[in-house]
């Protein structure tokens, strides 16, 4: 089914604005990468500006290596690995077999006009190690985390602009729809990236909270209840609830908020919140904030 018009004018917008805002990032593929793959909320993969259908990788096994390949980006591991990694449960001679047909099925899913015998544009091999070509991808992990890393150098920068680090960190927040491929939720050789690209979002989204105070509390609000959502314990989260609530002179919410913070607190960790939280709450209940 074709993707509707609508859906695919704001994949192209999205795309354009991190292409702007990363044109001087060396390590950004850009828009020269045929191939652009999606993970965040859900897997998607484009080839060449089409979307590849998922009745074109023809086995499962094909999509479980080719997600495999992007968990382990630019790293090129052994075949026997490989297995061992995806399918434990497999002896040498069948798992010899079943990668095999695994990797023709995702050359022939991504490049199915490619002429036989000619080299894949994707994936490669080494010796018996094996991985993707990331010169010709464009991965949302990889630049979700590329335009986090803008965004910190300029804050670091003195002369910084704001806008562009507000700008890069918002882009990175609106690629973050959702878990690492969800769809392998209970795979062990998913486990660290989800978590890790989660705390990263979550970080993510706290300090663009913090960076919008000023301009936009409300959005501050938005963003701090976004990631209360997914982790009811994130202290810093609270904090700068209490101050967007603050600003909007709305002291009874930002008060709420602290005692939700010391409510959740003591029944998960049985702790009080951090001497800054509590500061901060006796300032906004005295009104000297």
Same mark, same amino acid.
């Given at each position: 089914m074709a993707e509707p018009v609508a859906v695919a004018a704001s994949h192209a917008n999205v795309y354009e604005q991190i292409d702007r805002l990363l044109v001087n990032v060396?390590?950004?593929?850009?828009?020269?990468?045929?191939?652009?793959?999606?993970?965040?909320?859900?897997?998607?993969?484009?080839?060449?500006?089409?979307?590849?259908?998922?009745t074109a990788w023809g086995r499962e096994k094909a999509l479980h290596l080719f997600q495999f390949f992007i968990t382990m980006r630019r790293q090129y591991l052994h075949k026997?690995?490989?297995?061992?990694?995806?399918?434990?449960?497999?002896?040498?001679?069948?798992?010899?077999?079943?990668?095999?047909?695994?990797?023709?099925?995702?050359?022939?899913?991504?490049?199915?006009?490619?002429?036989?015998?000619?080299?894949?544009?994707?994936?490669?091999?080494y010796g018996l190690a094996y991985g993707l070509d990331f010169e010709n991808v464009w991965l949302d992990t990889e630049v979700f985390e590329q335009l986090i890393a803008a965004?910190?150098? #300029?804050?670091?920068? @003195?002369?910084?602009?704001?806008?562009? =680090?507000?700008?890069?960190? %918002?882009?990175?927040? +609106? !690629?973050?729809?959702?878990?690492?491929?969800?769809?392998?939720?209970?795979?062990?050789? #998913?486990?660290?990236? @989800?978590?890790?690209?989660?705390?990263? =979002?979550?970080?993510?989204? %706290?300090?663009?909270? +913090? !960076?919008?105070?000023?301009?936009?509390p409300l959005e501050s609000v938005r963003l701090t209840q976004r990631v209360l959502s997914v982790d009811p314990v994130w202290e810093d989260a609270y904090r700068v609830q209490m101050r967007a609530y603050a600003a909007q002179h709305n002291r009874p919410l930002a008060l709420r908020t602290y005692?939700?913070?010391?409510?959740?607190?003591?029944?998960?960790?049985?702790?009080d919140p951090l001497p800054e939280t509590t500061d901060l709450y006796e300032q906004i209940l005295d009104n000297d904030l």
């Open positions: 060396s390590a950004y593929s850009g828009p020269k990468a045929a191939l652009r793959v999606q993970t965040l909320g859900g897997f998607r993969a484009w080839c060449d500006g089409n979307e590849v259908p998922p026997e690995q490989i297995i061992d990694r995806l399918w434990p449960e497999l002896d040498i001679e069948k798992g010899d077999r079943d990668f095999k047909v695994a990797l023709n099925s995702i050359n022939k899913a991504l490049e199915p006009d490619r002429e036989p015998r000619s080299e894949p544009r994707f994936t490669l091999r965004a910190n150098q #300029t804050l670091l920068d @003195r002369a910084g602009d704001a806008d562009y =680090a507000i700008a890069c960190y %918002t882009a990175a927040i +609106n !690629l973050y729809n959702g878990d690492y491929l969800p769809e392998r939720r209970y795979e062990d050789w #998913t486990s660290a990236e @989800r978590e890790r690209l989660q705390l990263l =979002a979550l970080n993510t989204m %706290t300090t663009l909270a +913090n !960076l919008l105070l000023d301009r936009s005692e939700k913070c010391v409510k959740v607190l003591d029944d998960e960790f049985g702790v």
